[in-house]
């Protein structure tokens, strides 16, 4: 025992510093666009930080699971679980919205951001998964059309250059 607490192996300062920030969470407002806001921090290939590497996933399947409790909690009908997003938006809309954005779309790495973008503001619980499961089809779909045969003959260098990516050298962002 440590501290007063029980010591498993995955505890650690990190998780315990944003379970108090989840805790604190109090209104479905608040946590949809804290749960964004992380994404766009912390997740995905264009995050702005990779100071949570090691436990990103855990952090945010936390918030996840809060934003669904203030989501059932806040959604008084069957009909706004299943047809509205946790941001209040109709998720039909928002659906179709970055569909037809999608569709207009075509440039691959363009594509790929949409795509991307989709996932960090919508992803569930934010979004029914009724309308994200068919929405995220669509939009992998296109996207695969639009990258050609020849996507990974580019060199490593310029695949990463034209996707972003900032390559990692081991423990280097680890603190």
Sequence with gaps: MVSGKINKVHDNATRDEWTGKIGALNSLDKAA???VDFRKQYTTPLRQSYALEL????IEAKIEEK?????E???KSDQDLLHKCATGQN????AAEVQAKMAACSDKWEAEKIHINFRIEFKPPIMPTNYFMDTDRILGSKLMELRDLNYYDMPLAELRKKRGVKVLV????IH
């Design 33 to 35: 666009k804290f749960l």
């Design 170 to 173: 081991a423990m280097e962002h």
């Design 73 to 75: 909690q806040t959604f």
């Design 55 to 58: 436990d990103h996933l855990w």
């Design 91 to 94: 998720a039909a809309n928002a």
């Design 67 to 71: 934003v669904a409790v203030l989501k």
